[in-house]
């Protein structure tokens, strides 16, 4: 198992450009969910999944889309990258039900908005 | 929001010594995490406790609970250069649609 795979590592964005950071879990989690990090803040919750074609948004969600075709991907859109989401970006899944406590995370996209 | 806060922000210890962290939440829970992360990397799960649990251990890792206080703590024993890392505690899921919610972390140095 890969586990939950994110790509790319590391972005460079202009103001204003849009882009999709890219998640892939091969665990069958039916949860999926985007997570930002950013220095004193811990993570915030941008927006999560429970299913293929179920989508919600988190505590920032604004500046972001997100869809779910499969139950395997997960992808983060920034529509028109500002200078706020200067930010390390988490994907992360899990198990639905009462043996999906564990949440497992990617390796962090690093993203510099410019 | 932030459900649980981490106390202290910031840990620096001697290698062998042991390192407590703190974790104070604000609703209900039914259960709490700790969770790792080392520098530039994703955060890894470390240990859940129960809201009906006191006390669990796993290797050198303890974690107390105590919900009339809203509190936990994270104690590792004899911390070695490896230890170091930030650990974050978190609160959740609650049911199969549930969140989970982290502190802002501690960030723990273990000097050699």
């Known amino acids: 198992n890969a586990g939950v795979t994110q790509t790319p590592k590391f972005q460079v964005l202009k103001t204003g450009q849009s882009m999709t950071l890219q998640c892939a879990q091969d665990m069958n989690h039916e949860y999926m969910s985007w997570y930002r990090q950013d220095p004193g803040m811990g993570l915030r919750l941008i927006h999560y999944?429970?299913?293929?074609?179920?989508?919600d948004q988190g505590e920032v969600p604004n500046g972001y889309n997100v869809s779910r075709s499969t139950t395997e991907d997960f992808p983060l859109r920034l529509l028109s990258a500002a200078p706020s989401q200067t930010s390390v970006y988490f994907c992360?899944?899990?198990?639905?039900?009462?043996?999906?406590?564990?949440?497992?995370f990617g390796e962090g996209s690093w993203l510099t908005v410019v | 929001s932030q459900q649980g806060e981490e106390d202290p922000q910031a840990l620096s210890i001697q290698e062998g010594e042991n390192a407590t962290m703190n974790c104070s939440y604000k609703t209900s829970i039914n259960n709490l995490q700790w969770y790792r992360q080392n520098s530039g990397r994703g955060l890894v799960h470390l240990i859940l406790?129960?809201?009906?649990?006191r006390e669990k251990h796993s290797g050198r890792l303890r974690v107390t609970l105590d919900t009339s206080k809203k509190s936990s703590s994270l104690l590792i024993t004899a911390s070695r250069a490896a230890d170091t890392a930030s650990y974050f505690c978190?609160?959740?899921?609650?049911?199969?649609?549930?969140?989970?919610?982290f502190g802002k972390g501690t960030k723990l140095s273990v000097k050699p």
């Open positions: 406790i129960r809201s009906n649990e």
């Open positions: 978190a609160t959740g899921p609650w049911g199969s649609q549930g969140n989970l919610i």
């Open positions: 999944s429970v299913g293929a074609g179920i989508t």
């Open positions: 992360a899944s899990r198990l639905t039900g009462s043996s999906g406590n564990t949440i497992y």
